[in-house]
């Protein structure tokens, strides 16, 4: 029997998620504050509900994706929140990034209520996301993730089972964490090629087929290049997670001496451009220090289609 779904959260990941359980036959109940954005899944076959519970109710099975682990708490554990209306035995899947103390507290609220919760924040990028190509990583109970396992491939090509809750957090901490430094890398790699007089999108494509190359590379390299930025994620949420990667390192003893630079630079990201600035706007403090644009043509201005094929 195909489960149903309510899904809350319909910002640039959770909206072409949801759209991806919608394409593939599942039932999913939306509620956003945002109305545009139900709208637009509501068009695609969902129905709209108006609060968390509700959309709960119906479902029997919630899954979250939203922007920080305060409105997870709620969405899930509020007035109108998710505990209101999913049934004993159902199941929160929550998809987006906490630390790892923030959904061991957030599953244990659900715990009281009956609810099993299972961590399944993604990876890869909203363009990933689109095409339904993005990858989940996982914490909790094995059967609870092969119960829900058709949802999940559903949204994406590839998962991940960590072990409990809380594992998931850590190792997607750690993706993102290394995802910022990349991008900071990158930059600087591409600043050092124009100012050295190469073609940039000659060393760009280089860059790609060599040892020094990353996913980060490949991808969000050609924002800047094309000069839009837009990943779809904010200088706010970056610096969100370097937060819990940096807390994680105070807790398990581990030193983050690049991350806490990388963090450094991020600030001063904010800063400039603002906490809703495209994370991949970090590039921009190179070119404004430098006085010089990195723009090449042939690259888009959002990520539609594989490195490959540019």
Known sequence: ?????????LGHLGGNLAASLLRNGFAVTVFDRDTAAVERLVALGATAAASPAEAA??????ITCLPSP?????????PDGLLQGLPAGGTWIEMSTNGRDEIL???ALASAKGIETLECPVTGGVHLAAAGRITALIGGDTALYERHRPAIEAMCTKSFLMGPVGSAAVIKVITNMLAFIHLV???EALMLAKQGGLDLAQAYHAIVASSGNSFVHETESQL???GSYNIGFTMDLALKDLGFALAMARDFGAPLDLASRVNAIFEEGKRAYGGGAWSTQIVKL???AVGTELRAPGFPAKLERNPSEI
């Open 286 to 288: 190179l070119e404004d």
């Open 57 to 62: 109710s119906r479902a029997g099975n919630a």
């Open 1 to 9: 029997m195909t489960l149903a779904y309510a899904f809350i959260g």
């Open 70 to 78: 305060k409105v997870s708490e709620t969405v899930l554990a509020g």
């Open 224 to 226: 800047v290049l094309n």
């Open 105 to 107: 507290q957030l599953a």
């Open 185 to 187: 890398a990158a930059g």
